[in-house]
């Protein structure tokens, strides 16, 4: 079973940035409004995928994104059905 890594960037100009990661890399961007929304997107992209927290593997993203100096915040990942 596959594993999605999330992680959620606060201050940038457009607000918070949630990043979700795979093995093979970045797999989305999003700017939403809320967690919950987020959660929904990704459980209709990835299916049963296990969705875990992990700002230590995002922080690299955010980093080469050029968002390394905004703070990176660990997420609660809410049950999604």
Known sequence: MDTIYLGQVNGT???TLWLALSEEGLLAL?????????????RRRVGTAILRDDAA????????L????????S???STCR
């Not at 593997?57 to 080469?64: F, G, I, M, V």
């Not at 050029?66 to 915040?73: E, L, P, Q, R, T």
């Open 66 to 73: 050029g968002v390394a100096s905004i703070s990176m915040v």
């Open 30 to 42: 999003d700017w939403s409004a809320s967690q919950s929304n987020l959660l929904a997107r990704l």
């Open 75 to 77: 997420v609660a990942i």
């Open 57 to 64: 593997r995002t922080a690299t993203a955010a980093r080469q």
């Open 13 to 15: 100009p457009l607000g």
